[in-house]
Nanobody, 116 residues
Framework: QVQLVESGGGLVQPGGSLRLSCAAS????????MGWYRQAPGKQRELVAA???????NYADSVKGRFTISRVNTKSAVYLQMNSLKPEDTAVYYC??????????WGQGTQVTVSS
């Protein structure tokens, strides 16, 4: 059974930082592209950042220079370091695992709220 479990969300003031973690099980983690998506109330889910099995990264324009995605294959874990957070970053953040044969798995999400 595939499981993706996110953690690290919470309430933070504008300009603050958070680090999200996603622990995966039930997949051969090292061969998956791992991504972070977010969904704000009333909006569609959007890609925030992704990292391929070869280490290539891509980011949404809105988070470039502020967020960093990383992964540790030996721990089957992917992380999202979020700095200089803005109120518009408020959303539920989801971990995603995408396989080469279009296997597509999601975590349950973790809430990030940026507010003073």
């Amino acid at each position: 059974q595939v499981q993706l479990v996110e953690s690290g969300g919470g309430l933070v003031q504008p300009g603050g930082s958070l680090r999200l973690s996603c622990a995966a099980s039930g997949i051969v983690f090292s061969i998956y592209t791992m991504g972070w998506y977010r969904q704000a109330p009333g909006k569609q889910r959007e890609l925030v950042a992704a990292m391929t099995s070869r280490g290539s990264r891509n980011y949404a324009d809105s988070v470039k220079g502020r967020f960093t995605i990383s992964r540790v294959n030996t721990k089957s874990a992917v992380y999202l370091q979020m700095n200089s957070l803005k109120p518009e970053d408020t959303a539920v953040y989801y971990c995603n695992a995408l396989g080469s044969s279009r296997q597509d798995y999601w975590g349950q999400g973790t809430q990030v709220t940026v507010s003073s």
